[in-house]
């Protein structure tokens, strides 16, 4: 019987132009004021005032299992970008979301980091993707159908989604040219026995 797939931490993720790094405390500052931006955080939860109360999450998030919260950064200089994280997974498909940007940035940026969280969750054994988005977040939502996501309901102001296995291969295919060499996975942080570089096409 083969054992299910986990969502593990990695280090740090190579795009190609952008790097997906394991979120620390350090980063809380950053994560705090792109969550409290009223743009950028419209259609999230509450954050506290402080940037202790983020700082307490990323303590936390540090010792935990089933879940990657990573920092989207420029591949050049590794400026702090945005973040998205991977979590819940239920059986062979995996959520994701806390997916925010900086305003002003290409939409390549959204494209590519949106197909490394897809090729990281490939390489960690999954095969699909569901989720949910804010029913105002059209701008989110019509990305993801762009994509091939299936609005399977709505509730509680929610549409969710999925990503089938065609689905989410059709869209890497469609999309490739924003990330012609897939990723390369350095150094997963549950997984100690691997250790180096492996790429992941």
Same mark, same amino acid.
């Given at each position: 019987?083969?054992?299910?797939?986990?969502?593990?931490? $990695?280090? /740090?993720?190579?795009?190609?132009?952008?790097?997906?790094?394991?979120? /620390?405390?350090?980063?809380?500052?950053?994560? *705090?004021? !792109?969550?409290?931006?009223?743009?950028?955080?419209? *259609? !999230?939860? $509450?954050?506290?005032?402080?940037?202790?109360?983020?700082?307490?999450? #990323?303590?936390?998030?540090?010792?935990?299992?089933?879940?990657?919260?990573?920092?989207?950064?420029?591949?050049?200089?590794? $400026?702090? !970008?945005?973040?998205?994280?991977?979590?819940?997974?239920?059986?062979?498909?995996? /959520?994701?979301?806390?997916?925010?940007?900086?305003?002003? %940035?290409?939409?390549? /940026?959204?494209?590519?980091?949106? #197909?490394?969280?897809?090729?990281?969750?490939?390489? %960690?054994?999954?095969?699909?993707?569901?989720?949910?988005?804010?029913?105002?977040?059209?701008?989110?939502?019509?990305? *993801?159908?762009?994509?091939?996501? *299936?609005?399977?309901?709505?509730?509680?102001? +929610?549409?969710?989604?999925? %990503?089938?296995?065609?689905?989410?291969?059709? @869209?890497?295919?469609?999309?490739?040219?924003?990330?012609?060499?897939?990723?390369?996975?350095?150094?997963?942080? +549950?997984?100690? @026995?691997?250790?180096?570089?492996?790429?992941?096409?």
């Amino acid at each position: 019987m083969t054992a299910l797939p986990v969502i593990r931490k $990695a280090r /740090c993720v190579q795009g190609r132009t952008l790097l997906l790094r394991d979120a /620390c405390e350090a980063d809380a500052p950053f994560i *705090h004021a !792109l969550r409290s931006d009223p743009v950028r955080a419209r *259609h !999230l939860s $509450a954050v506290p005032p402080q940037v202790q109360a983020q700082v307490d999450w #990323l303590r936390r998030y540090a010792g935990s299992q089933g879940q990657a919260y990573f920092v989207i950064a420029d591949g050049q200089n590794g $400026a702090p !970008l945005g973040t998205v994280r991977l979590y819940d997974a239920r059986g062979t498909a995996f /959520c994701w979301g806390s997916w925010l940007l900086l305003p002003g %940035l290409p939409a390549r /940026c959204g494209i590519e980091s949106a #197909l490394m969280v897809y090729h990281y969750a490939l390489w %960690l054994g999954f095969d699909s993707a569901w989720f949910e988005v804010r029913q105002e977040n059209a701008s989110v939502w019509r990305f *993801h159908e762009n994509f091939g996501a *299936h609005r399977t309901g709505a509730a509680n102001g +929610h549409y969710q989604y999925e %990503l089938p296995p065609a689905a989410l291969q059709a @869209a890497l295919q469609k999309y490739r040219r924003y990330l012609p060499d897939g990723i390369r996975v350095l150094e997963p942080v +549950h997984d100690l @026995a691997m250790k180096g570089e492996n790429a992941a096409q």
